[in-house]
């Protein structure tokens, strides 16, 4: 596809940023040259990151306490659904998503054939994943997240998405941190929401999401399932 592709302007793009001061600019700068549709929703950082954000023509909400990334995007929901936003993409603030691949995510939200879109990296063959990773953390995941609300997709916890404005209405994330990514799906069944994937390419620069932050996932779902 074209890099001269426009983002439509019911789009929006959410950004949840916390210490993304080396990576924070590059994302910007690429995304702009498809949209000014972007907010940023910045974490407390304790970096540079909201000084190098403000340097750009994006919207930037800042939360005063670290609060994690599903609040993060839920407050980003709530801010592109008062400017009218009909789709929301999540864009990772660390530069492993790719801008090319918007269209293709947007596209079944587009044409009204579903209410979210998951991105995948196991779906196409181009996302180089570590392999401790893939077969350590993400296969296993993909069977919990099953077991847990129903669902079964193939990749789990890629946090590139897009939902439409009836998905955003229904869905509201209690789970402040990681563990957002397991009870969206849960959400989506409870709501009823029809739900695709499409492969996407995301490049690691770093590893991100380790088997300690996978356990406090479990640890977070469990103790929302007792409390419940």
């Not at 990334?69 to 990772?92: P, R, S, Y």
Request: net charge positive; with cysteine.
């Amino acid at each position: 596809m074209s890099n001269l592709f426009m983002i439509p302007n019911n789009v929006w793009i959410i950004i949840p940023a916390y210490n993304e001061a080396n990576n924070i600019s590059r994302v910007l700068e690429s995304l702009l040259k498809q949209t000014k549709n972007i907010v940023v929703i910045d974490d407390c950082s304790q970096d540079q990151t909201i000084a190098l954000v403000k340097k750009y023509p994006v919207y930037l909400v800042k939360h005063q306490i670290n609060r994690g990334q599903g609040a993060a995007l839920q407050t980003g929901h709530d801010f592109a659904l008062k400017k009218g936003a009909e789709i929301v993409v999540h864009f990772d603030a660390d530069g492993q998503m790719q801008v090319k691949d918007i269209p293709k995510i947007i596209e079944p939200i587009i044409k009204e054939q579903v209410d979210v879109v998951f991105g995948s990296r196991f779906l196409g063959a181009k996302s180089k994943i570590p392999w401790t990773k893939k077969y350590l953390i993400l296969k296993p995941a993909i069977i919990f997240n099953w077991l847990m609300t129903g669902i079964k997709l193939s990749d789990v916890h890629n946090g590139f998405r897009a939902l439409s404005a009836k998905a955003l209405k229904k869905i509201r994330f209690q789970q402040d941190r990681m563990a957002h990514a397991t009870e969206i799906l849960e959400l989506i069944r409870q709501a009823d929401l029809k739900y695709t994937e499409v492969p996407v390419e995301i490049i690691y620069n770093q590893y991100g999401q380790g088997m300690v932050g996978g356990l406090k996932i479990i640890r977070d779902l469990i103790l929302a399932k007792i409390l419940k």
